[in-house]
């Protein structure tokens, strides 16, 4: 099944506007969702995955109008021509008292969508906050005497004479800053207060921007928790309580944990462990149920189901790093997994981690064609299998964790 073709269902709204999607998509989240507990138990299944299909198509909907939507990069760059100044910066002040810029006309267009957007240096936020709490344009110049070395570098006023910084506010809420860098005594034409005042309807429009962005990741949530909640228990496994994804996703929570991961790598390894064999709910369920071996033919298409699943998930933002390692966890250390015949660090490392853990739940959670296995025949079976099948390096871990108690 192509994850990319619709399915016959009205869910875009004809406007390009994201308030309509809001609100379609919570039209679609009560109303659908309802419907289909109306339906006989055995249809349940393709239900689901009629569900989560239409929302990834959603997803990747919203996220093309986005693309259209997000007009900060667009806002920086018309910023310096009309002002003609040296760099603008669109910053986000954030709850916590921090500012993550999120556009930079500094950087480079690839530089822009790898760094950005990224914490402003931590120096330079008592500045900002005054410059917001004070709700008017401020001109700050490089000579200016309350101003560290460090707080000016911090700003980039070690770069130019001055700084042109414009609060955005949306009625009574902080949202953050538009920030030019300009050298006046290379120009002789206008007043600053003239050019200040140009400067009014882009940061007007840089708030709604900004306002967007923020509506566009709360749906994007959204989508993941939905996505998180239709995929539980994919295998519907009747014989066994025990619950392979949501143990899988623990153990390589704890192991990602235990190499010092970032939280985003750990958060995405978490998602890969809830999210992994979703590809499976494409797999016809006689397959999934089949209590004796599988036929050479049923493998082909079993072996299908890392594919299916990344491609389901694909249109995801919040999701692009979980995918590969859904798409590579049946991949084997020595090159004799599937589906691409992988080996060593050409599978991901998120991957590798994944598929020892996985190994092992399903060891010891059994499956409808095996028993379970007690913990140790499990890490036998693994050290056994180190250095072919998985990864020495993160068996080793694995070891090490359950020897401590932070993995059962
Ligand atoms: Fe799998
Ligand atoms: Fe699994």
Not at 47 to 57: F, G, S, W
Not at 138 to 146: G, R, S, T, Y
Not at 377 to 385: G, I, N, Y
């Amino acid at each position: 099944m192509d994850s990319k073709k619709p399915i016959n269902v009205e869910v875009i709204p004809s406007a390009p506007d994201l308030q309509d999607a809001d609100k379609l998509f919570l039209n679609f989240s009560t109303t659908e969702y309802r419907k289909s507990k109306n339906i006989p138990e055995k249809d349940q299944r393709l239900h689901r995955l009629l569900e989560l299909q239409m929302l990834c198509n959603l997803s990747q909907e919203l996220s093309t109008r986005s693309q259209h939507l997000d007009l900060l990069d667009h806002l920086a760059e018309q910023a310096v021509k009309i002002t003609h100044s040296e760099f603008s910066q669109i910053l986000t002040w954030e709850p916590d008292g921090s500012f993550i810029c999120q556009v930079n006309s500094r950087l480079q267009p690839a530089d822009q969508q790898n760094n950005s957007p990224y914490l402003a240096p931590i120096a330079s936020w008592l500045h900002y906050l005054q410059v917001i709490n004070q709700k008017k344009p401020v001109v700050l110049k490089q000579d200016a005497p309350d101003i560290s070395e460090d707080e000016r570098r911090a700003m980039g006023l070690d770069t130019v004479e001055e700084l042109w910084m414009l609060p955005l506010w949306a009625g009574s809420e902080k949202i953050g800053l538009l920030i030019l860098g300009s050298n006046p005594s290379h120009k002789k034409d206008k007043q600053i207060c003239d050019r200040l005042g140009q400067m009014t309807p882009i940061a007007d429009q840089a708030t709604i921007g900004i306002q967007r962005k923020r509506i566009q990741q709360n749906l994007e949530k959204s989508f993941v928790e939905i996505i998180l909640a239709l995929a539980e228990n994919i295998e519907v496994d009747a014989r066994s309580s025990h619950r392979h994804e949501y143990h899988t996703s623990t153990i390589v929570t704890t192991i990602a944990t235990s190499f010092g991961f970032s939280t985003a790598e750990i958060q995405a390894l978490q998602w890969a462990g809830l999210l992994h064999d979703i590809g499976k709910m494409q797999i016809p369920e006689e397959l999934l149920q089949k209590p004796g071996p599988l036929t050479s033919d049923e493998w082909q298409i079993m072996r299908k189901h890392p594919v299916f699943g990344a491609e389901m998930l694909s249109s995801i933002s919040l999701l692009k790093d979980v995918v590969p390692i859904i798409k590579y966890h049946h991949e084997k250390y020595n090159g004799s997994g599937y589906p691409f015949g992988l080996k060593g660090e050409e599978i991901p490392i998120g991957a590798r981690i994944l598929s020892v853990a996985d190994a092992y739940s399903v060891m010891v959670g059994g499956r409808v064609y095996c028993k379970p296995r007690s913990q140790k025949e499990a890490v036998e079976e693994l050290v056994r299998c180190s250095g072919k099948h998985f990864d020495p390096i993160i068996v080793n871990k694995f070891i090490e964790l359950i020897d401590s108690g932070l993995i059962y």
